[in-house]
């Protein structure tokens, strides 16, 4: 169930083409794509944008900040899609959190993601860094992201993008990054999908060992759903996630099934078995480190306050946008060396 203790160190590697001069001069944008959500940031922009695809923009939708539709053309990574908010419920709609598929996408998300912040007219160079889940996705995206793509965002003209540098960086080591100012801080990151411990020394400026637990808030999602099936018609793990994060704990955010007695139990059961195992795996980074928090989305969870204060832990207030523009922050500090 847990990865073997890994120095990240060994797996944070810049890959380029040939960079011209002005280089200093493009910008540098940071992806994040997560099973729930892709979190952006570039500068002082930061964009947060659903991990739903389809392979079409449905009827009746318009193309937004937070729904793109996007066409890649003259690339490896060519392909035409829908990504964002409000594809809920419409055919062919897929979601992120199927690993396979989040494999597939993520080069034509980041592509698409980078022209979306960027806005270029015409030609245009940049930098990329990138949060990944396994070496092997690193190497491949590292390998085939530098060079020129054509990309048709939300029915405007061509813009090709030369992308000059990428980085890739272990997942959750951004937000220990950003959060590590004076001492050594460990993170353990509550995801969609995964959940992973990680940290990061400033005064040797060197990450900390990092370890991944194959289980995230998605888990929690459907030992819910399972539990409302009392029926035989079991509800979805995404109608579940809506009335969570409304805070309504009905299904879809709205409707006559309530379920926040069951939210309640599984939480509990949840938390306190995640974190607990986390802690048993991790226990000697987490333990060499004055300063602990717990971030990702599912630091959020209601509820998760109270046991964070009960367990000696800190927590943030915006850690989906702290991850992304940790990432920024530290993917430019390994280009640097």
Request: aromatic share 8%; proline share 5%; net charge negative.
């Amino acid at each position: 169930m847990f990865s073997a203790e890994k120095d990240p160190t060994q797996e944070v590697t810049v890959k380029s083409e040939s960079v011209p001069s002005d280089s200093q001069s493009s910008p540098t944008i940071a992806v994040i794509v997560g099973a729930g959500f892709i979190k952006v940031a570039q500068g002082n922009n930061y964009r947060l944008i659903r991990s739903l695809i389809n392979s079409v923009l449905p009827r009746g939708l318009s193309p937004s900040d937070e729904l793109l539709k996007v066409v890649i053309t003259d690339s490896h990574y060519k392909k035409t899609f829908a990504v964002g908010e409000q594809l809920d419920g419409f055919s062919g709609t897929r979601s992120l959190k199927q690993e396979q598929l989040k494999a597939e996408y993520m080069g034509s998300i980041i592509l698409g993601v980078v022209a979306s912040i960027l806005q270029p007219v015409g030609y245009t160079t940049c930098k990329i860094i990138f949060s990944v889940p396994t070496p092997e996705l690193q190497k491949q995206l590292e390998t085939q992201l530098p060079g020129m793509h054509s990309v048709f965002l939300n029915d405007g003209d061509r813009s090709t993008l030369n992308v000059l540098t990428v980085t890739g960086i272990p997942e959750s080591l951004s937000s220990a990054y950003a959060l590590a100012k004076d001492s050594p801080v460990s993170v353990i990151d509550l995801g969609f999908m995964n959940s992973s411990v990680s940290g990061w020394d400033p005064n040797k400026n060197i990450p900390l060992p990092f370890h991944s637990l194959h289980t995230g808030v998605g888990d929690l999602f459907e030992s819910i759903a399972a539990a409302i099936n009392t029926t035989g018609q079991r509800p979805t793990a995404e109608a579940v996630r809506l009335g969570v994060e409304a805070r309504t704990f009905k299904l879809n955010g709205h409707g006559d099934i309530e379920f926040r007695d069951i939210y309640d139990r599984e939480f509990d059961l949840w938390v306190s078995q995640v974190i607990t195992q986390v802690k048993d795996v991790a226990k000697a980074s987490i333990d060499r480190c004055p300063y602990k928090y717990i971030v990702g989305g599912g630091s959020l969870l209601p509820g998760m306050g109270e046991i964070i204060k009960s367990m000696g832990f800190l927590a943030v207030d915006n850690p989906q946008r702290l991850e992304a523009e940790g990432a920024l922050s530290l993917g430019t500090f390994l280009y640097e060396q």
